[in-house]
């Protein structure tokens, strides 16, 4: 049933717009524009315009939807992807188009130097025109200004509107004519149309078209400051810092004044841009002219963020301190946690810079090297507790993870156990390490042995000279009592002079943060402890994982803040099982790795093939576990309750471990797994030792095959029945769900299994196999032939495996059904816990009854 309205109702609702759509496709068509939507015709996109006059806007002021439109029959994901891509990749042609189209000349010419002292010169014209007009930023928000206020800024502009032609000479893109921009002003008379045409117009990359018509639109007195932003935004993310400071330049030479928003815009740009001291330059001259007096815009510590950012970024550590140091410790524009965080992370990544540059037989240097940076980190870190304390700064975990990092750089175990006490002092978690002894190891010498050498040479002399020293004068007679007071008076105070020169340098050398560290207790509501996450727990595992004996200490954590019931108990990313898989590697933890996939991480879904690949490594470097083998084929058995299609990296590590055990014959002895009763008794009744290593080398192998038996089956119908696809966009957006598997890969394991399973065929493993087994294992080798043809192998190098649906299916079922299982077994666990915790608090009470 189709509801039709009637026609009436219709036409008095749209005729307005529809005329006006349609009016203005007309004349787009007509002026052969470049096919973009007409801000009239276009529904209204997702943009909000603060309606708040404050000098300094929050940093939220502006949004805009940035989503581009979609095109017929291609995936949005796909559509932003490119987008991004073609954005970040300009050509030489396309930046010297960009350059011009900024200049607004025929030049593309750019000195730093010169565009910096343009825009110093502009700050202190527009800083003398705003003495005389007080009342400029009234002026300047109304919609038609006042021409003769603005008369000097627009002399040097009118020249190039004036021109008949708006494109550059570089440009390839159409004719860009005074009527083109002028039917284009007609629909934008709001600040609103104007900034989402300058949008549109931008994403389809014409940017001539869209500075032509903000510099007609400014010249008409419209509000433009908005479609000024999008222009410096276009060019930031196009990897052009130069063109937007020329855009900059231009949006001051026609009276337009930045906004808090401007600013904002330039310097997050300048920290993108690629590192060259240039952009530093030109960062902090727009960071200077922020408060010029004729600026309008108040400093705030969102501004000194980004400048500092950009510093950081760029590696001048020079400016970074001098701009830290002008801060005010307290009231507005006083850092915050942010302002800490970069400076912190500017610290930690230039003492890598300068390790970068040193060579590795430096060792004294490199440590040294590390040793400042982790002190310059502590001198600031106690700045940040003094006034987390005093309840003037509010910390977050950013700073606090910031600092970690900085302790995770040093060059001992100290520094890596600081980390531990750091976050019992913000957050309250425990050390549940032990604390690394005084030694050369764990310590660093506060004083070299060259200069407690020299120290002592220096203190021998001294006291020579003291006793050697002859009362005479130059006649060689006695000294009176007077002179020889004297002399010794002068050389007292040569003494005193000196030892308070070593104290000093001693009271330098002996700095300490003994307490730096000390645990704080909040003393009220406003001062709490910050709450952990995964990150935290990430670099408490990495701080153990660097400790010389720190793997129990990090176990203990992971159960602290995972597993245990506590204020501190979290669900670890990926990532933090990845960070605890590689700490058990080093204990050769490999039944912990095993456990922990099995009851925490493949039950959550967050399971990944890098996870089981380094869960495995755990497996290879645990090769001497007689139980080895229950593990890694439990680890690999567990990949078919996560996956679709296996990683092809366990498997391969899997025959890894697989020809290990094989080459170690003491290792293949005691190895469990392959224990059966008729293996056991022949074990016992068997006295050649040949016989007994000749039917384990058997049923090991068995026991292999049997392990990737299933893998093997899905992996022969994917690269049969579900005819691999070629390595495309295509491919990849509609198999989402299943990670595809590079064709070679898949081939090359194929082969290894079947030499593995000609090796159980042979006639010296007869009597070790049953007859049924022998048939299985027939029929595989046949299948798996076609494999270890080189041809085979060829046609599978530029496509990749994909599942069929019926594996997909299957799988789905398989993963759906593990997880529910998993699901009632932690129910039932939380039910039994709160049971016993029922009994324990009865049994309290009936003892403190009686």
Not at 283 to 297: F, T
Request: glycine share 4%; aromatic share 6%; proline share 4%.
């Amino acid at each position: 049933m189709t509801l039709r309205l009637p026609g009436s109702l219709v036409n008095r609702a749209l005729r307005s717009r529809l005329l006006s759509a349609q009016q203005c496709r007309a004349a787009t068509a007509a002026l052969n524009l470049p096919v973009t939507r007409s801000a009239i015709g276009a529904p209204r996109a997702a943009f909000s315009l603060s309606a708040r006059t404050s000098e300094q806007p929050s940093r939220s002021q502006y949004t805009y939807n940035t989503r581009p439109f979609d095109e017929p029959g291609r995936p949005r994901s796909h559509q932003a992807r490119s987008k991004k891509i073609k954005r970040n990749a300009l050509t030489p042609g396309q930046r010297e188009m960009l350059m011009a189209v900024a200049s607004n000349s025929r030049t593309t010419q750019y000195d730093n130097e010169t565009e910096i002292a343009e825009s110093e010169a502009l700050d202190a014209a527009a800083a003398q025109e705003d003495g005389q007009h007080n009342e400029q930023e009234e002026h300047e928000s109304s919609p038609v200004e006042d021409a003769s206020e603005k008369e000097t800024a627009e002399e040097e502009t009118t020249k190039d509107d004036t021109q008949q032609d708006f494109t550059p000479r570089v440009s390839q893109g159409p004719k860009i004519t005074p009527t083109i921009v002028n039917m284009e002003l007609r629909w934008l008379n709001d600040p609103r149309k104007m900034a989402d045409r300058i949008d549109r117009i931008l994403r389809s990359d014409q940017p001539a078209l869209a500075a032509a018509i903000v510099r007609a639109g400014t010249k008409q007195g419209l509000n433009t400051t908005v479609a000024w932003n999008l222009l410096l935004q276009y060019c930031m993310e196009q990897g052009h810092p130069q063109a937007a400071f020329k855009f900059y330049n231009d949006m001051k030479k026609r009276g337009r004044r930045p906004k808090a928003t401007t600013y904002t815009i330039m310097l997050k740009g300048f920290s993108a841009a690629p590192k060259s001291q240039s952009i530093v330059k030109t960062a902090a001259s727009v960071y200077r002219s922020i408060s010029a007096p004729n600026s309008g815009v108040d400093l705030s510590i969102i501004h000194t963020n980004a400048m500092l950012t950009v510093c950081h970024r760029h590696g001048d550590m020079d400016r970074l301190w001098k701009i830290a140091g002008d801060l005010p410790e307290e009231g507005h524009g006083a850092p915050d946690a942010t302002t800490y965080t970069i400076i912190l992370n500017a610290v930690q990544f230039a003492a890598r810079r300068d390790i970068q540059e040193m060579s590795p037989d430096q060792i004294d240097k490199i440590l040294e090297r590390k040793s400042q940076a982790v002190s310059e980190g502590k001198r600031i870190w106690a700045d940040i507790i003094y006034r987390w304390k005093n309840q003037t700064l509010e910390i977050d975990n950013d700073v606090v993870n910031g600092m970690a990092g900085l302790l995770l750089d040093g060059a001992s175990d100290f520094d890596c156990y600081h980390v531990m006490e750091l976050y019992k002092q913000t957050m309250g978690i425990p050390i549940l390490a032990k604390k690394p002894t005084e030694s050369d190891k764990t310590t660093r010498r506060r004083i070299t042995p060259e200069e407690s050498q020299a120290i002592e040479v220096a203190e021998a002399q001294r006291q020579e000279k003291m006793e050697d020293l002859p009362f005479v004068d130059e006649n060689n007679q006695p000294l009176g009592e007077a002179a020889l007071n004297g002399e010794t008076a002068e050389l007292a105070e040569e003494l005193a002079e000196e030892s308070s020169e070593v104290e000093e340098n001693e009271e330098e050398v002996e700095e300490s943060f003994e307490d730096l560290f000390k645990h704080v207790v909040p003393g009220s509501e406003e001062m709490s402890f910050l709450q952990p996450t995964s990150k935290e727990l990430t670099l408490l595992l990495n701080a153990c994982f660097t400790m010389t004996q720190g793997t129990e200490g990090g176990m203990n954590y992971w159960k602290h803040m995972t597993l245990e019931d506590n204020e501190h108990r979290i669900k670890p990313d990926a990532f933090t099982f990845i960070q605890y898989f590689r700490l058990l590697r080093v204990s050769r933890s490999s039944k912990i790795a095993v456990r922990t996939l099995r009851e925490q991480m493949v039950p959550a879904g967050i399971a990944s093939g890098t996870a089981f690949h380094v869960a495995l490594s755990v497996c290879r470097r645990d090769r001497k576990n007689h139980s080895v083998l229950l593990h890694a084929n439990e680890l690999v058995g567990l990949m078919r309750k996560a996956f679709i299609q296996p990683d092809i990296r366990v498997l391969d590590g899997y025959l890894e471990i697989y020809r290990n055990i094989s080459a170690d014959s003491s290792l293949l002895l005691g190895l469990r797994g392959l224990e059966t009763e008729s293996n056991a008794t022949f074990r016992r009744q068997s006295s050649k030792l040949r016989d007994v290593g000749t039917k384990l080398q058997a049923l090991l192998r068995v026991n292999v095959l049997d392990t990737l038996r299933p893998y093997v089956t899905d992996l022969c119908q994917s690269m049969e029945k579900g005819k691999a696809e070629a390595n495309t966009r295509w491919s990849h957006a509609q198999n989402q769900l299943a990670d595809p598997i590079k064709g070679l890969a898949a081939a090359t394991f194929m082969a290894r299994v079947r030499l593995i399973t000609d090796d159980a065929l042979q006639p010296y493993n007869k009597k070790y196999l049953t007859k049924e087994q022998r048939g299985i294992l027939s029929a595989e080798s046949k299948m798996l032939k076609k494999f270890s043809d080189a041809g085979v192998r060829d046609s599978f190098k530029k496509v990749l495996v994909y599942p069929t649906s019926e594996q997909k299916e299957a799988a789905r079922e398989r993963i759906a059904n593990y997880r529910e299982e998993c699901r009632l077994k932690e129910l039932e666990s939380k039910a039994e816990r709160s049971d016993e915790q029922m009994d324990s608090s009865r049994e309290n009470k009936i003892q403190a009854e009686a």
